[in-house]
């Protein structure tokens, strides 16, 4: 997936479906919008607290699934932090096809906790 960060707690992925993306011979399987999904809004969430030395993690999320991805179709998930709290952060992300056809919506819940509580303290 290619990345673009708009802005703290705004950002956007790209990616083609490829045929290991696939669960039937032309459809992308429903976990790999989940998992899309799920890295939309958790960036989304990581650019809004990475500056206070902040990582996050996922608590919860619910997922719509409005139209089917096809082999070969670029999607772009746009994923944005709708109230960001001092631990908890309420983000909202939506995936379109190249023709601006939505193929998913979703809204999480992300904890934002702080680097030196993680295995990744010795990179700080």
């Known amino acids: 997936m290619k990345l673009t960060v708009i ?12 045929s290991k993306h ?12 989940s998992a899309m999904m799920d ?3 958790g960036v989304a969430s ?12 996922t608590v919860e999320f ?3 699934y409005l139209n089917p991805a096809f082999l070969g179709d670029i999607l772009t998930g746009n994923g ?11 983000a ?10 939505i193929i998913a919506k979703a809204m999480g819940t ?3 906790y702080p680097i030196e509580k993680s295995d990744l303290k010795e990179y700080i």
């Open 7 to 18: 802005e703290p707690g705004k950002i956007s992925y790209e990616m083609k479906v490829l």
């Open 22 to 33: 696939l669960a039937t011979p032309t459809a992308i399987h429903g976990g790999m919008i």
């Open 39 to 41: 890295a939309i809004m």
């Open 46 to 57: 990581l650019s809004a607290v990475a500056l206070d030395n902040k990582l996050v993690s």
């Open 62 to 64: 619910k997922i719509s």
């Open 80 to 90: 944005m932090v709708d109230k960001k709290g001092n631990r908890i952060i309420y």
């Open 92 to 101: 909202s992300g939506e995936i379109l096809n190249q023709k601006n056809k």
């Open 110 to 112: 992300f904890n934002a």
